[in-house]
């Protein structure tokens, strides 16, 4: 079977590329506002953070990316 791979793009140098599920890195939130993927851009560096709505969610466990749930104050 092969890898996983997710297209991105960076918007500090607009470049365009595929990572791997090793890349990315998926937090999930309380809300939609707290609930977003990153990675690092391989061609200038910069850290990445987009918001994942459900289907984005969807993909990005099922293809194998890490996934840290976070959890709200009380």
């Known amino acids: 079977m092969a890898p996983v ?10 470049g365009r590329f595929e990572l791997a599920a090793s890349a990315l890195r998926l937090a999930i939130g309380a809300t939609s506002r707290t609930t977003f993927y990153s990675f690092t851009c391989p061609e200038c560096g910069a850290a990445v953070r987009k918001p994942a709505g ?21």
């Open 54 to 74: 459900e289907r984005i969610v969807e993909l990005l466990t099922g293809g194998g990316v890490s996934t840290l749930r976070l959890h709200s104050a009380l």
């Open 5 to 14: 791979v997710f297209k991105a793009g960076c918007p500090d140098c607009r």
